[in-house]
């Protein structure tokens, strides 16, 4: 066998391993086994005895895992983020368990990723990413754009305006809302720009719809696969890709430096 073949192999092997990762270490933000994977391949890719890389590769993920910090200080849930849980929980559960699903995970991850975050806006990420996508039931969905759904529900609940524009705007909803003609009433809520918006699109678009985690580039390949070339979702990211991949690399570098 040539070294060209076994080579192509052996990067089969690490892009197994590397789901397998993601799954097994969930308590680390994606991002950053995507990163582990990537850097230390990279050290074994001209090793000359392939057979041995993935061992290796899983070893230095596992340490590296081992030596990130999990705790997220505060994140034992207030009111809020307790209540955000209960109200998409209700909403969700039962009538839509995948969508639930992947809610869960948005949550789990938003608990990781709240530490580079201000103190004050810790508990808002986390009840963000509860609420994301409570648009989606049938209880809340109106005009069929699920952001603008739910932050016209939550608004209607009397939640800060400041969580319906994080709700109403996460994950490039701007563009679909453009494509369906609801931008001006999205309009009625700000988009809060900075690292708490990063920090919900990162957690959606490091999670599958089934809550798993994953990196940002299997995120758009699936939503592509699932929607279809003519759903408004995937039109958008003809639009908002490089805003959303920006977001995630911005999120992902604050997030490096906690694990250093």
């Given at each position: 066998?040539?070294?060209?073949?076994?080579?192509?192999?052996?990067?089969?092997q690490?892009?197994?391993?590397?789901?397998?990762?993601?799954?097994?270490?969930?308590?680390?933000?994606?991002?950053?086994?995507?990163?582990?994977?990537?850097?230390?391949?990279?050290r074994?890719?001209?090793?000359?005895?392939?057979?041995?890389?993935?061992?290796?590769?899983?070893?230095?993920?596992?340490?590296?895992?081992?030596?990130?910090?999990?705790?997220?200080?505060?994140m034992?849930?207030?009111?809020?983020?307790?209540?955000?849980?209960?109200t998409?929980?209700?909403?969700?559960?039962?009538?839509?368990?995948?969508?639930w699903?992947?809610?869960?995970?948005?949550?789990?991850?938003?608990?990781?990723?709240a530490?580079?975050?201000?103190?004050?806006?810790?508990?808002l990420?986390?009840?963000?990413?509860?609420?994301h996508?409570?648009?989606?039931?049938?209880?809340v969905?109106?005009?069929?754009?699920?952001?603008?759904?739910g932050?016209?529900?939550?608004?209607?609940?009397?939640?800060?305006?400041?969580?319906?524009?994080?709700?109403?705007?996460?994950?490039?909803?701007?563009?679909?809302?453009?494509?369906?003609?609801?931008?001006?009433?999205?309009?009625?809520?700000?988009?809060?720009?900075?690292r708490?918006?990063?920090?919900l699109?990162y957690?959606?678009?490091t999670?599958g719809?089934?809550?798993?985690?994953t990196?940002?580039?299997?995120?758009?390949?699936?939503?592509?696969q699932?929607?279809?070339?003519?759903?408004?979702?995937?039109?958008?990211?003809?639009?908002?890709?490089?805003?959303?991949?920006?977001?995630?690399?911005?999120?992902?570098r604050?997030?490096?430096?906690?694990?250093?």
């Open positions: 066998m040539s070294a060209a073949v076994r080579r192509r192999q052996t990067d089969k690490i892009r197994r391993l590397e789901n397998r990762l993601l799954r097994e270490h969930d308590r680390v933000p994606p991002s950053l086994v995507h990163e582990w994977v990537q850097q230390a391949h990279a074994l890719g001209d090793a000359p005895v392939q057979d041995f890389v993935p061992l290796l590769v899983e070893r230095a993920v596992r340490a590296s895992a081992r030596d990130f910090p999990a705790d997220s200080p505060g034992t849930g207030t009111c809020l983020s307790n209540w955000a849980r209960n998409a929980r209700r909403l969700l559960a039962q009538h839509l368990p995948r969508r699903a992947h809610t869960e995970g948005v949550a789990r991850r938003a608990e990781q990723v530490r580079v975050l201000a103190p004050a806006d810790q508990d990420l986390v009840a963000a990413a509860w609420l996508d409570i648009g989606y039931a049938p209880e969905a109106n005009t069929g754009l699920h952001s603008l759904d932050a016209q529900y939550l608004l209607r609940a009397g939640v800060s305006r400041r969580l319906c524009g994080l709700v109403a705007y996460h994950s490039g909803a701007a563009a679909v809302a453009e494509l369906l003609g609801f931008a001006d009433d999205l309009a009625e809520f700000e988009d809060d720009r900075g708490l918006r990063d920090a699109w957690c959606d678009m999670t719809p089934d809550g798993h985690p990196t940002v580039d299997d995120r758009i390949a699936e939503i592509h699932r929607r279809g070339p003519d759903d408004p979702v995937v039109r958008a990211l003809a639009i908002n890709l490089d805003e959303r991949l920006a977001a995630v690399r911005r999120t992902h604050l997030l490096r430096r906690t694990a250093a």
